[in-house]
């Protein structure tokens, strides 16, 4: 499996962006799907996930209601759309099989493991 980001650009803050995550291979043994950051100086943290089964997505705390994942299975393609941009959302994106971090839906909390396979990223800044 291998994953490739791009989408990474300069934006000012309340701006939008959309990631895009080529996919060669198929994630499905996976069974998630996700996206994950690292701003500098800091761990990376899980952004959203996307089972790749059922459908159901998850999101960090900090960009609900901003972020939107998604996955188009026929073009093996994988989305992050990001809206309402802050500063704080600077940093390098990275598209993975498997996810990390606590995230959370309607459901509630859930806990992932972590990630088995990820790109080499893509820079987000957003700075006026």
């Known amino acids: 499996l291998r994953l490739v980001e791009s989408g990474g650009d300069l934006v000012q803050p309340g701006g939008s962006l959309r990631l895009s995550c080529a996919i060669s291979?198929?994630?499905?043994?996976?069974?998630?799907l996700g996206w994950s950051r690292q701003a500098p100086g800091k761990e990376r943290e899980g952004v959203s996930c996307i089972n790749l089964t059922d459908g159901k997505t998850y999101y960090e705390e900090s960009v609900k209601g901003r972020f939107s994942i998604s996955r188009d299975s026929e073009k093996n393609l994988a989305y992050l759309q990001m809206n309402s941009l802050k500063p704080d959302d600077t940093a390098i994106y990275y598209c993975?099989?498997?996810?990390?971090?606590?995230?959370?839906?309607?459901?509630?909390?859930?806990?992932?493991?972590?990630?088995?396979?990820w790109g080499p990223g893509t820079q987000v800044t957003v700075s006026s």
């Open positions: 291979g198929s994630p499905s043994e996976y069974f998630w």
């Open positions: 993975a099989a498997g996810c990390l971090g606590n995230l959370s839906n309607h459901d509630g909390p859930y806990s992932f493991a972590g990630e088995r396979i």
